[in-house]
């Protein structure tokens, strides 16, 4: 069949909408019809050279659809069902998967840029295109993994369901399930944007008392403040740790996280952690962006450093887990997702995210 897709040819140079060629769903596999697609930073990093898959590819990793067609031997979905599309496609049998953490799957990384099969569904003549996260969801149309697939209520919504299967998992997992946010803990967000507004409401959710939110952006301060941050700074105008210093009794925050993606961003969540203060990345900095960390002051302020990647979470159940909270009015994704566009707009809809526009853009027009 034919699809309408957003095809990253060159770094640096704008996204092509245009007509490519699908495969029908193999064995495991299933065609979504794609509802909603976020637009998120981790595109950008491709879109920018700042990371790399090879080219030409289609990219969109934040989506979900209803399911129109299935491949042989599928039995978790069914043509009609609504899915939250999961940007791992753990196998369930590798060392990683049966640990219980099947965000860090072997297969799904060691077969990163094709399908499982090591394949390709999106062609045009000879030309296959890479499937970002095997999911390739700037397109209307997507063959994907089965175990990609998390079914979600028709009532959620597909624009929710998208923001769930990235930002929203990866924000508030990076809180609850990677740093154990506790009650009366006092938190600082660098980098508010789609995921960070997302940590921010995970830190609430698990009863922090200060939420300290750190961006460059005056308007995303403002707005992250409507998601339950107590405290804004600014590292633009005024020294950041310093200030959350202040904010703190001195001390420093229990918890910080870097939700941006650079070298700088995390040395400023690291300087900003307490004596003893674990500090979180989530951001994914540009190939070679590496930051500088004083191994002195790790050792003498028993200061934790780690990383998370998917919110360290149990995908097939950790979302609906997100769905519930979403339905029972504590995420206010509604607030979160602040513009629509359509498909042939995505060049301009990551123009807005670099510029600062506030909240999540969505792609929901696909015709
Ligand atoms: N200090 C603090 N905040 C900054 C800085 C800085 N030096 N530079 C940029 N920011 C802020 C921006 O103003 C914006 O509000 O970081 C925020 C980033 O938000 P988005 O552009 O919406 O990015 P998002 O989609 O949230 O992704 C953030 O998480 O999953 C990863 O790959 C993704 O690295 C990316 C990160
Ligand atoms: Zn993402």
Redesign the pocket.
């Known amino acids: 069949m034919k699809t309408k897709a957003a095809v990253l040819y060159e770094a640096n140079s704008p996204l092509v909408v245009e007509e490519l060629d699908l495969d029908p769903p193999k064995e495991g596999e299933v065609l979504v019809k794609i509802g909603a697609a976020g637009i ?3 595109d ?2 491709y879109m920018a050279g700042e990371s790399f898959m090879p080219l030409p590819a289609v990219l969109g990793h934040e989506g979900s659809g209803v399911v129109e067609e299935v491949g042989p031997g599928i039995t978790s979905v069914k043509a009609g069902d609504p899915v939250i599309l999961s940007f791992v496609s753990r196998c369930g049998r590798c060392h990683f998967c049966t640990i219980g953490r099947p965000n860090l799957c072997d297969v799904h990384m060691s077969t990163s840029t094709t399908m499982l099969d090591g394949t390709y569904r999106l062609h045009k003549g000879d030309t296959n295109f890479t499937p970002m996260s095997k999911l390739a969801c700037f397109s209307q149309y997507s063959v994907v993994p089965e175990v990609a697939c998390v079914p979600c209520p028709k009532e959620l919504g597909l624009d929710k369901a998208a923001v769930i299967g ?2 929203v998992t ?1 924000g508030v997992g990076a809180a609850v399930n990677a740093a154990k946010v506790e009650p009366g803990a006092a938190v600082a967000v ?7 507004l997302n940590v921010v409401m995970g830190a609430k959710l698990a009863g922090a008392r200060q939420i300290i939110a ?4 005056e308007g ?1 301060l403002e707005f992250a403040m409507q998601f339950g941050a107590t405290h804004a700074v600014n ?2 105008q005024q020294d ?1 740790p310093g200030r959350v210093r202040e904010i703190t009794g001195g001390l420093g925050a229990d918890y910080t996280f870097e ?4 070298a ?2 995390v040395e ?1 969540a690291y300087d900003m952690a307490r004596k003893g203060g674990t500090v979180t990345v ?4 540009a190939d070679g962006d590496v930051p500088s960390i004083d191994a002195v002051s790790l050792v003498r302020q028993e200061k934790t450093l780690k990383g998370t990647y998917y919110g360290s979470a149990q995908l097939q159940s950790d979302m609906p887990r997100m769905v519930d909270l979403y339905m029972n009015g504590q995420l206010d994704l509604d607030a979160l997702i602040t513009r629509n566009y359509h498909l042939d707009e995505i060049n301009e809809a990551y123009a807005d ?2 510029r ?1 526009e ?1 909240g ?1 853009g969505v792609i929901t027009r696909f015709d």
């Open positions: 998120c930073r981790s950008w990093h990235c930002c990866t660098v980098g508010c944007g789609g995921v960070g750190v961006d460059i952006s995303a590292p633009g950041g939700v941006f993606g650079s700088e961003t400023m989530v951001g994914i900095p995210l670099n600062g506030v999540r």
